[in-house]
């Protein structure tokens, strides 16, 4: 496009672009980011990936596990033995995705987080039990 700036062309190829909306499905599901960081310090079977994040059942395991092996950011290994094992590791793409966006993002969030949640709670209004004082 004429008259525009690297950065505008940019843009406007990225909101085009259904890559982006592919990358930023990434983080649609609210347990898919907290797996990802909960292998990040290696390979964890399923029993040791539910006790370090806490708090979702297994099924929601199961389905953040298949979106992310099906997105090739987790991958599964299965070992032939008894009983069976299984282990889910960060591919290479994860690894690129936790050590650099994600990373960005706690890293923002850490500096920011608190101002975020002021706006949401001042967007919010006042608690339905302080507008019954009034």
Known sequence: MAGMSKA?????????????????DLFAHTWDPVVLMALRPGPRRRRELRAAIGGLSDKVLTEALRRLCAHGLVDR?????????????????????????????????????????????????????ALRRR
Do not use: K
């Open 77 to 129: 290994r299965a070992f032939a033995q008894a009983p069976p094992r299984v282990e889910y590791a960060l591919t290479s793409l994860g690894h690129s995705l936790v050590e650099g966006p994600m990373q960005a993002l706690g890293d923002w969030t850490r500096e920011h987080g608190d101002e975020l949640l002021d706006a949401q709670e001042h967007a919010a209004g006042p608690p339905p039990s």
């Open 8 to 24: 505008e062309d940019s843009c406007v190829e990225l909101v085009a672009d259904c890559r982006l909306r592919a990358t930023t």
